[in-house]
T-cell receptor, first 110, second 115 residues
Framework: DQQVKQNSPSLSVQEGRISILNCDYT??????FLWYKKYPAEGPTFLIS?????DKNEDGRFTVFLNKSAKHLSLHIVPSQPGDSAVYFC?????????FGAGTRLFVKA | DVKVTQSSRYLVKRTGEKVFLECVQD?????MFWYRQDPGLGLRLIYF???????EKGDIPEGYSVSREKKERFSLILESASTNQTSMYLC??????????????FGDGTRLSIL
């Protein structure tokens, strides 16, 4: 049973437009949510996080939104750049446990 | 910057062999983790360690064991490799669990093929 779900395996966006990556979770007890980015042949790297008591966190072009009532998390990238093309993993933390989604592959077209 | 180094990028082994995957981190992190990444399944935790000689099972420990004799090194062992263990293996490290939002730092992965 997947507690963290990324239902879109891939997303294609034009350069300069907004990319929105979505994530749903089932456990309301998670403390933190994170997004990681992964390029081919490299390990995932941390991108941005949000505490469960917040509803928004922003870092430059990246903003994460948390809707606790809907158990939904989204990552907005504005404006999207070709270098943002990667696989994005949503992750949720409770204590020592981090649970990852299956990932969404983002293609940003020039 | 944290550096997590996995000893091999690609590895090909035969069914029944004992396989060792090595991981070293240089940031004095207490926690170390082994995941496997499979298409459509994301990253699944095999084992983690929160201190030297300490280990805890993750979600899919069957067929694997680990060793942590030194703080900087965490080894994953496939006792008798099987074809369903063909996967990408990722090692990670992080500071102690007292700060829950501390992200994990990953190595570049080992793509293991069992023939």
């Amino acid at each position: 049973d997947q507690q963290v779900k990324q239902n879109s395996p891939s997303l294609s966006v034009q350069e300069g437009r907004i990319s929105i990556l979505n994530c749903d979770y089932t456990n309301s007890m998670f403390d933190y949510f994170l997004w990681y980015k992964k390029y081919p042949a490299e390990g995932p790297t941390f991108l941005i996080s949000i505490s469960s008591i917040k509803d928004k966190n922003e870092d430059g072009r990246f903003t994460v939104f948390l809707n606790k009532s809907a158990k939904h998390l989204s990552l907005h990238i504005v404006p999207s750049q070709p270098g943002d093309s990667a696989v994005y993993f949503c992750a949720a933390i409770k204590g020592f446990k981090t649970i990852f989604g299956a990932g969404t592959r983002l293609f940003v077209k020039a | 910057d944290v550096k997590v180094t996995q000893s091999s990028r690609y590895l090909v082994k035969r069914t029944g062999e004992k396989v060792f995957l090595e991981c070293v981190q240089d940031m004095d992190h207490e926690n170390m983790f082994w995941y496997r990444q499979d298409p459509g399944l994301g990253l699944r935790l095999i084992y983690f360690s929160y201190d030297v000689k300490m280990k805890e099972k993750g979600d899919i420990p069957e067929g694997y064991s680990v060793s942590r004799e030194k703080k900087e090194r965490f080894s994953l062992i496939l006792e008798s490799a099987s074809t369903n263990q063909t996967s990408m293996y990722l090692c990670a490290s992080s500071p102690p669990f007292t700060n829950s939002n501390q992200p994990q730092h990953f190595g570049d992965g080992t793509r293991l093929s069992i023939l």
